[in-house]
């Protein structure tokens, strides 16, 4: 078993930034990657961006590319999110997720299906 445990979120004025992160423990030698998904009040869970957890081999969802970056802490063993020019469409809560099964498609690894563990959630709320 892994736990994700996700910190950063916040209430932002749109063109601001927030960093989230996500400190996996426990059966981390098992993971082969690591995403955010996001979900906003009454739609589906959709994905954000993802991270091979060796490696780095990264991908994005349209709608953030350009202004999100993962990124990985070796040392403190932590994910990052780092979300810049936010908008009022990227309010939602933030979920990180991590996945044990390898796939060589980095674009599989935006199905939520993909995934083994995930954290809590974090809320992220962009001001207009």
């Known amino acids: 078993q892994a736990q994700l445990v996700e910190s950063g979120g916040g209430l932002v004025q749109a063109g601001g930034s927030l960093r989230l992160s996500c400190a996996p423990s426990g059966r981390t030698f098992s993971i082969s990657a690591m995403s955010w998904f996001r979900q906003a009040p009454g739609k589906a869970r959709e994905f954000v961006a993802a991270l091979r957890w060796r490696g780095s081999n990264s991908y994005y969802a349209d709608s953030v590319k350009g202004r999100f970056t993962i990124s990985r802490d070796n040392a403190k063993n932590t994910v990052y999110l780092q979300m810049n020019s936010l908008k009022p469409e990227d309010t939602a809560v933030y979920y990180c997720?991590?996945?044990?099964?390898?796939?060589?498609?980095?674009?599989?690894?935006?199905?939520?299906?993909?995934?083994?563990?995930w954290g809590q959630g974090t809320q992220v709320t962009v001001s207009s």
């Open positions: 997720a991590a996945a044990t099964g390898y796939s060589s498609s980095l674009y599989s690894y935006t199905l939520k299906e993909k995934y083994d563990y």
